[in-house]
């Protein structure tokens, strides 16, 4: 238990008896004989909670509440009150007050009402860190990026986060789409009610659609018990359908019903039952084609393409590769802080701005990882993307063994490829190739190694 008690009243020995009894009770209790000596311990150190009279001459039970909210409006405030004075204590109630003593009253009383009190307490603080949590983790403000192409999907995330109109995100694979999907879900009227999502792709047909809309016992076999579905679990909050475009048809159909009605009917029949959900839908496909090509039903997608948002892929955005490097480095060496620590060089991070990224942000999180953990040096620098990414050699470096040339010749041209990396830096691609920089001038200044 441990905590710390405040507790005031005018009268001495009152103050005393309360405070001895919750000492004895495992509490660190502390008595203030009146208003002033309350205000002036309360400046000098922290307490979880405040027990004071109401009537107390020149600074009385309100002015403590006060000075005590002021400090902490957490912490929670019991007043003491006569019978006389109930109206004056149920007006501190309603200005932020816990609850009232009506003297005289049991010390077991005070104890009840004080455990209840502080465990309130440490629910508003859990629940406000946890909201704090998700906030900093899923908020779109904190989503990764300052092109033109991010500033333009935050400003089109801020005006639809507060609404509760279907969505449908279209992105390519690894472009954060689910990531999208948790942060309009927590900036929204939603944000306390469930986010469940589904992978549609994920499931066969049969398990799907009892998993969208619940089963009745026996509906089918292995149906040993009912289940409920996520369109009762979302309900009041957000159903994410991931991979939207590998729905069965005739699924669809029943999803379609769903959403126009707000209406479920679990597998194995069974009554229908309301729910108040919002829908986020995410593809990588071109859903419009699918619709031509009768793959996807064309009432189904323009009920969920009621606001269309496109996440850009990586390459559409290279200005935000570095920032994003930087991010996962951090987050790294966050999970893992026995680590040694390293830093990408400026002709890497060149490198990996250069590159197409067909995985997308997803991909260039694991190859950040990949070299934090393969890397020998605390520096990491072309060899090492090489050596964890072949695929990052440029055209231009492949040509160089395209055709079989002399040793010296091949030498040379590599010593050109990694200049041009380090933009013409003699100093810098000698450091890299392990050589002094006079041995760089030297091979330059030869006239014969080309045939």
Known sequence: MNARVLVVD???EMADTVAEYLSGHGYRSECAVGGKAALAALKKREFDAVITDLRMDQLDGMDVLEASR????????????????????IEAVRRGAFHYLTKPFKMEETLVWLERALADRGLRRENARLRKVVDERLS????????????????????VGPTSSPVLIVGESGTGKELVAQALHFDGPRARAPFVPINCAAISETLLESELFGHTKGAFTGAGEATKGLFVDADGGTLFLDEIGELPLTLQAKLLRALETSTVRPVGGGAERKVDVRIIAATNRDLARAVQEKRFREDLYYRLHVIPIHLPPLRARREDIPLLVEEF????????????KREISAE???RLVELPWPGNVRELKNTVERLLL???GKRIDLRDLAQ???EALPE????????????????RRYVEWVLAQTGNNKIRTAQLLGIDASTIYRMLSREDDEP
């Open 374 to 376: 393969l890397a020998r």
């Open 140 to 159: 779109f403000r904190h989503l990764t990026g300052k092109s033109p192409v991010m500033q333009q999907l935050y400003d089109l995330l801020e005006r």
């Open 348 to 350: 890497a991070l060149r």
């Open 329 to 340: 480095t951090a987050r790294f060496a966050q999970a893992h802080p026995d680590s040694p």
């Open 70 to 89: 002021a400090d902490d409006p957490t912490r929670p405030v019991l007043i003491m009150t006569a019978f006389g004075t109930i109206e004056g204590a």
């Open 388 to 390: 964890a990414m072949p």
């Open 10 to 12: 005018d009268d001495g």
């Open 396 to 411: 231009s470096m492949a040509a160089i063994a395209a055709e079989i040339v002399p040793l010296r010749i091949m030498t």
